[in-house]
């Protein structure tokens, strides 16, 4: 798929001919049917991030995630040699979800050395062999090695978890990545550990979510009381410096100048106090030299990266902090979002401060997005018109659908030869 510079002039839609120009349809984003279609063409088939290295950082430390869309539930553990194995979470006795607390759909985690069903007892080891037989004398030649815990494929690309729930997954994790997001092999992830972690179920279609982080400049106009006049200027801000695709991946990068460079009035009192504010800390921890695929546009004055992988994935990079999301649908017009910020160790009660506010202004963003698009989803859900005229800057919401679109045509072109 095709890569490009920054146009010197005209669009950047035009170097991507697939895309077209044409008003869009957002009928993928209110139909039950296309709901179901999604479940076996994407999220049946695709990579799907479901965590990061340093969420099991023991032996035996686990986690369970509600895939509501695929209609499974996965454990995903650190053996006793240190690899991560995913597991659907399913006893095989007699079909007891594994592991949970108080609730069956509350995700869980912990730290065990086998795990034990609630129902009969039978126990199976971290790498999911079942172990243990409750009165195995009473049962029918039932041979244990063929009774362990039904795997599910999962990888580790620079410390984030991936499941892949198809029986054969068509690609590596590596080669879906591609060339784009594995530009990011030597990004410090793994330094960045203080996190905080949010989630929301959302009334709105996932899609709809993720599109209003494809593109910033409904920024001054949707988030005004969070940003203060001069920002609020459509020409003073948010135009974004480059797009780029890369398969069915996407990214877009800002220019940001630095911020204590800027004119107070750029921002209020409580940023200037902390030295904070939504795009974090002022000055972050050297964490070493950043590779170049954070900023493949080469832009000068670069401020953030935000690579959006799909189909439900997005880590937005700021240099030495980062911000991740994840969209998890949960019917046709609902979805389970889930964001963390996450930082560099605080190494001073300042810099804990920096973390804090950071944290809050983005909380108070990401709730005017969610309480907007519910409304977006309202009106889509009524049916009455479709076909939706897209600039230049919203070329993500472009490319996006039409791969989702893409890989739901693929799926049915299959099914029917098969
Ligand atoms: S269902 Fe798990 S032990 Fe019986
Ligand atoms: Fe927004």
Known sequence: MARWP????????????????????????????FYELEREAIFKRAWLNVGRVEDVPRTGSYFTKEITIAKTSIIVVRNREGSINA????????????????????????????????????????????????????????????????????DVWNGFIFINLDTEPRQTLREFLGPMITALDDYPFGKLTERYDFVADNNSNWKIFEDAFQEYYHVPGLHSQQVPPKVRDPQAAF???????????????????????????????????????????????????????????????????????????????????????????????????????????????????????SSVVFKEFALQDAGMLGGTQAALDTGVIDGF???????????FHKVVADWVKQYQHEDEEA
């Open 87 to 154: 597991f659907h979470n399913i006893c095989r006795h007699r079909g007891n979800k594994l592991v949970w607390n108080d609730f069956p759909q509350e995700e869980t985690k912990g730290t065990c050395r086998q795990f034990t069903c609630k129902y009969h007892g039978w126990r199976y080891n971290l790498d999911g062999d079942l172990t243990f037989v409750q009165q195995e004398e009473e049962f029918f030649d039932v041979d244990k090695d063929g009774y362990g815990l039904s795997t599910v494929h999962c």
């Open 6 to 33: 920054k146009p010197a002039e005209g669009s950047w839609t035009e170097h991507y001919p697939d895309l077209g120009t044409g008003p869009i349809s957002l009928r993928d984003s209110s139909s039950p049917e």
């Open 389 to 399: 005229p897209l600039n230049d800057q919203e070329i993500l919401v472009r490319h």
């Open 239 to 357: 135009e974004c410096a480059h797009f780029q695709l890369d398969g069915p991946h996407r990214l877009v990068s800002t220019a940001g100048a630095r911020r204590w460079t800027l004119d107070p009035e750029y921002m209020y009192p409580i940023e200037r106090a902390t030295r904070s504010g939504l795009v974090g800390p002022w000055q972050t921890p050297d964490i070493g030299v950043l590779p170049d695929g954070l900023n493949p546009g080469r832009i000068e004055n670069w401020g953030i990266t935000n690579f959006q992988i799909f189909p439900n994935l997005e880590i937005l990079i700021y240099g030495g902090w980062y911000l991740l999301y994840r969209y998890w649908p949960t019917s046709h017009n609902t979805h389970r979002f889930e964001g963390y910020l996450a930082y560099h160790p605080a190494r001073n009660v300042r810099e804990r401060i920096e973390h804090e506010v």
